[in-house]
């Protein structure tokens, strides 16, 4: 297949000599193949001077100042979402208006990003691939942020409609996932949808130097188990249940807890523990890719939480390093989705209903206390990113994907 050049519009694409994620890794393997990408990415005010278009790492990434969104008042964050569109819009005219485009991809955040994907798709003449994440509103309704009698629930409804019709093929993470939008969404044809499960660059694994030089470098002790989360901490994560688990092992000697967080609720766990003097918790905000990369590789335990209350079925992206650096999963979720189950066939990991404690300590305890448990799992863990989560199977669909519309473009033309 003759090389395309693809377009990303994304509100997360961090710069890749700090960080990386789902959308980086899957960007930089689309350029490995031979296509050219070109990245959009909306910034927050308080992260960026001014817009403009920025070479990284052999990808154009164009990064859009909108304003801000987290930490500020719901009138900034609502500015912020309606100044978006517009702003992006603008910015693609002035920077990318004399490029090409054979393909559109995009994530569901926001869901108010329908009208500048259409416009795009009209503007280059092209189809969009939507990479579905989170389903908004529904996951606001499940969390108790957003009623269904709101007129922001129903403002956001139609939005989400919008989104859906102005993809050309929506790619969904899981069947359930699948399952779950065409159950809820008549007007969605089952045609229109496919398997597009979150995926990561597959990275070398090496034996773990025993003298944990990471741990040593942030003063965390090495003669324990460790076990790491790193990522978001806002409502979806369920904080409570977090620290009800924290509290219940802080007198447990033979484990510490490493958290790596940024988010709305990362605040509110950080100041219970200091309040509370748990000694067995480590806390940082940030910490550099190539420390993150090597602390995980020397924890033990991969920790994930989801709150009780979702509904909707979701894989969270944050299983994917610590399957990359091969130790197990202790995670905490909703009984609705199906990355439980993957959970259970691969043994890569134990799963607990969220806000069940005991369950969920009789489980932990068991990877604490059993260390040939642990790297079993965790090879489980590898061999299932390797086989079924590398960011090559992301590759793949992509090119599947514009191979059948070159055939139906090439039809028309006929």
């Known amino acids: 297949m003759k090389n395309k050049n693809i377009l990303i519009i994304s509100s997360e694409y961090p710069n890749v000599t700090k960080s990386s994620n789902i959308y980086t890794d899957l960007a930089e393997a689309l350029k490995q193949y031979g296509h050219k990408v070109t990245v959009v990415v909306t910034e927050e005010s308080k992260n960026i001077t001014h817009t403009g278009i920025f070479e990284e790492n052999g990808i154009q990434v164009l990064r859009v100042k909108v304003g801000n969104i987290y930490n500020v008042g719901l009138v900034e964050k609502g500015i912020t979402f309606l100044k978006s569109g517009f702003l992006v819009k603008s910015a693609i005219s002035k920077y990318l208006g004399e490029k090409d485009f054979d393909l559109i991809l995009f994530m569901s955040q926001p869901v108010t990003i329908a009208s ?37 629930y129903w403002y956001f409804k139609y939005q989400e409609k919008k989104l859906y019709k102005t993809a050309t093929t929506i790619g969904c993470m899981s069947e359930k996932n699948k399952g779950y939008l065409l159950e809820h969404n008549s007007y969605l044809k089952e045609e229109k949808l496919e398997i597009f499960p979150n995926t990561q660059k597959v990275g070398d694994i090496n034996e773990v130097d025993e003298n944990y030089p990471i741990r040593k470098k942030y003063n965390i002790p090495t003669n324990k188990v460790l076990a790491i989360y790193g990522g978001n901490l806002g409502k979806p994560q369920g904080v409570d249940f977090f620290i009800e688990v924290l509290e219940k092992f802080k007198n447990k000697d033979t484990v510490n807890f490493l958290i790596i967080a940024r988010g709305t609720e990362k605040n509110r766990l950080y100041e219970y523990v200091d309040k509370n003097n748990i000694k067995n918790v480590y806390k940082f905000d940030l910490m550099p890719r190539g420390d993150y990369q090597k602390i ?119």
């Open 116 to 152: 500048t994907v259409k416009w795009a798709m009209k503007k280059y003449n092209v189809p969009s691939y939507l990479m579905m994440k989170d389903i908004f509103p529904q996951n606001g309704v499940d969390l108790g942020i957003i009623s269904k009698k709101s007129p922001v």
């Open 296 to 414: 995980v590789a020397e924890s033990d335990i991969g920790l994930i939480f989801l709150d009780s209350r979702f509904t909707i079925p979701n894989y969270p992206s944050k299983v994917l390093p610590y399957f990359n650096l091969g130790i197990p999963v202790m995670a905490a979720l909703d009984i609705n989705n199906d990355f439980k189950d993957m959970l259970d066939e691969t043994k890569s990991g134990f799963w607990s209903k969220s806000g069940e404690i005991e369950d969920y300590s009789n489980k932990l305890n068991k990877l604490i206390e059993n260390k040939q448990l642990r790297k079993e799992m965790g090879q489980n863990g590898r061999k299932c990113l390797e086989e079924k989560f590398s960011v090559e199977q992301s590759v793949k669909i992509i090119n599947r994907y514009l191979e059948k519309y070159n055939l139906r473009k090439d039809d028309k033309n006929v």
